[in-house]
C-alpha cells in the first residue's frame, strides 16, 4: 500500500519559520513536490524535485523556501522561512511512484495546515 504523510504544520507568526516533512512509503518514488491550497484558492506548485535533484520553486517562494529530500528514507522537507500571512494554506506532498507496477501513480497526501498569523 502507497502512503504519502505530511507533518509539521502549524501556527506561526509572520516573519517566523516553519519545517514541513512528507513521507512516503510502499514504492520507489522518482519525484516528490509540495503545493498548497488557501481557502478559496485552487491548489498551487510551490516547490518540487524535478528530476533525480533538480528543483523547482515557484516565484513567490524563491529565495525563502528550501527543498530538501532523504532519498534513501523516501522522505522530503520544505524548510519555510519569512512566512507571510497569505501563506496560510492547507500544504500537501505528491510522490510519484515508479516501483511495482500495479502502485504506479501520483499519490497525494491529506495535507498539513499551516497558518501564519499577522
Known amino acids: 500500500q502507497v502512503q504519502v504523510v505530511e507533518f509539521g504544520g502549524g501556527l506561526v507568526q509572520a516573519g517566523g519559520s516553519l519545517r514541513l516533512s512528507c513521507a512516503a512509503s510502499g514504492s520507489i518514488f522518482s519525484r516528490m513536490g509540495w503545493h498548497r491550497q488557501a481557502p478559496g484558492k485552487q491548489r498551487e506548485l510551490v516547490a518540487r524535485?524535478?528530476?533525480?535533484?533538480?528543483?523547482y520553486y515557484a516565484d513567490a517562494v524563491n529565495g525563502r523556501f528550501t527543498i530538501t529530500k532523504d532519498s534513501a528514507k523516501s522522505t522530503m522537507y520544505l524548510e519555510m522561512n519569512n512566512l507571510k500571512p497569505e501563506e496560510t494554506a492547507i500544504y500537501y506532498c505528491?510522490?510519484?511512484?515508479?516501483?511495482?507496477?500495479?502502485?504506479?501513480?501520483?499519490?497525494w497526501g491529506k495535507g498539513t495546515q499551516v497558518i501564519v498569523s499577522s
Open positions: 505528491d510522490a510519484v511512484a515508479v516501483g511495482t507496477l500495479s502502485r504506479r501513480g501520483t499519490y
Open positions: 524535485f524535478t528530476s533525480g535533484s533538480e528543483t
